[in-house]
């Protein structure tokens, strides 16, 4: 009897084991398909610019301007979204910043509508690394003519501002950050594990579940019954490009071993900082984005009320009034 037992527990293990090593090669590498290419998908105010990267033939960002009143020597304003978000959460802000000079929003890779690269698009550097972002990020700046610009971030757009403020801070004026990924942990994997096909395979899972629901869309709003249909479907633009779910799982199967480490370098920002919260925030708790205030050199801290992570889309009107105040009081 013991003898079968034995068996049947040894049975179990190798099902398990199995079940750990091939079950994740029964997730489809076969990619979405698409209804249109990024050009096509794009809406009416949708401009494209094309950016060298090192390996590539170079790739295709999307982003938003309105047009601006003023002065071509104004404060240009960059803006960054946050994870699987893309430039259309700062749409209901963005003319307020444009009143005061040039305000660019763009889509981060792979988001949105920018380009969606795949391993066999490149033979360099791995562009969704911090250091390809930061790359980017400059060199949208210098496709677009934009040679200075107050840097605006939410969530881990605001982590991008603060490493490219260290990486370049001749070219950047002054940092707005609202509820940055700074202190806010995440697990992280060995490279080696990270990088292992089966899970390669669930990174393609996690980033179709990521960019299928738009759960991260209502967990970021106080409220979600305020989130339109029509925000939904920007949020979900990147849906219609076929082959997004493998350049997102590109990305995710990268930052899995690659853990933020930028607050160890906050006394370093010579910059002036804005940094903004939700009241209600339940993604970066009020208490990390103060704690990232008072560790910066030059910072000031506002808190929104009855906004959760993205106050630039859930309260605009409050959002604009307490950046506008700060950039008065700052001359820019």
Known sequence: MLRILLRVLAGLVVLVVLAVVAGPFLISAKPSDGLASNAEAASAESRFVGIPFAGTTGLAVHYLEPPSPASSDATAFLLLHGFTFNAWTWQSVLDTFAARGRAVAYDQLPYGLSAKPLR???????????DAAITQLFAVMDALGLERAVLVGNSSGGTLALEAALAHPERVSALILVAPWVYATRPTLP????????????SLLIARKLGENGALLDLSYADASGITEERRAQFGVHARVAGWDLAWGELLALSLSAPVTVSAHLAEVKVPVLLVSGETDRLVPIEDSRRVAEA????????????????????PEAFEAVVGEWLDARGL
């Open 120 to 130: 066999a698009d490149w033979n360099g550097p791995n562009p969704y690394s911090k």
């Open 191 to 202: 490279e080696w594990l990270a990088s292992l096909p089966q899970m390669r395979r669930l």
């Open 296 to 315: 910066l050199p030059d910072a000031s801290f506002a808190v929104i009320e009855g906004c959760g992570h993205v106050p630039q889309e859930e309260c």
